[in-house]
T-cell receptor
């Protein structure tokens, strides 16, 4: 069974631009969660989607948004990029209600 | 609010020595607890999890962890370190109603010397 895939793996943007990251969960997984990993703040929960609905949200500004499609694929969008948004963005999928998340390799975003 | 504290951002051991990575949690109700490992330029891989079954949990690659409610701890151990264990390890907690929202510790980087 294929694992969680994230595209692109690497991305370079400039301040003020916006970016969209994509996550394809493991087949059959309906829950997708997003995390931001930085050296300073560590791993922080962004949001979680299940059946195209956001169920949980972390403490991030409204510039960070996401959505989930009917095939469970998810995208997250960051608008008006700031230098501090440079991070590894990790996506995880799970069979909702089961206690294990499977992580993708991440998208490394660099904001110049 | 739930939280986890990992004592020691860096741990160094010799190959063959005991590995002990510490994790303490804060939660008003018994949580679910997890240990994840991250190798360079990769995502996170689940090592083991505690979900209120046996308090001694065995995971992959010879790792195990013991849930101690009285100490609010969930330390990760491995009897004999291998060079391939060098990585960053994260302890995480979730509550039973939102298992898809993990709260992570700050991580412990494990170095293994020959």
């Amino acid at each position: 069974k294929a694992g969680v895939t994230q595209t692109p793996r690497y991305l370079i943007k400039t301040r003020g631009q916006q970016v969209t990251l994509s996550c394809s969960p493991i087949s059959g997984h309906r829950s997708v969660s997003w995390y931001q990993q930085t050296p300073g703040q560590g791993l922080q929960f962004l949001f979680e989607y299940f059946s195209e609905t956001q169920r949980n949200k972390g403490n991030f500004p409204g510039r960070f948004s996401g959505r989930q499609f009917s095939n469970s694929r998810s995208e997250m969008n960051v608008s008006t990029l700031e230098l501090g948004d440079s991070a590894l963005y990790l996506c995880a999928s799970s069979i909702a209600g089961v206690d294990e998340q499977f992580f993708g390799p991440g998208t490394r975003l660099t904001v110049l | 609010a739930q939280s986890v504290t990992q004592l020691g951002s860096h741990v160094s051991v010799s190959e063959g020595a005991l590995v002990l990575l510490r994790c303490n949690y804060s939660s008003s109700v018994p949580p679910y607890l997890f240990w994840y490992v991250q190798y360079p330029n990769q995502g996170l891989q689940l090592l083991l999890k505690y979900t209120s079954a046996a308090t001694l949990v065995k995971g992959i690659n010879g790792f195990e962890a013991e849930f101690k409610k009285s100490e609010t701890s969930f330390h990760l151990t491995k009897p004999s370190a291998h060079m391939s264990d060098a990585a960053e390890y994260f302890c995480a907690v979730s509550d039973r109603e939102s298992t898809d929202k993990l709260i992570f510790g700050t991580g412990t980087r494990l170095q293994v010397f020959p």
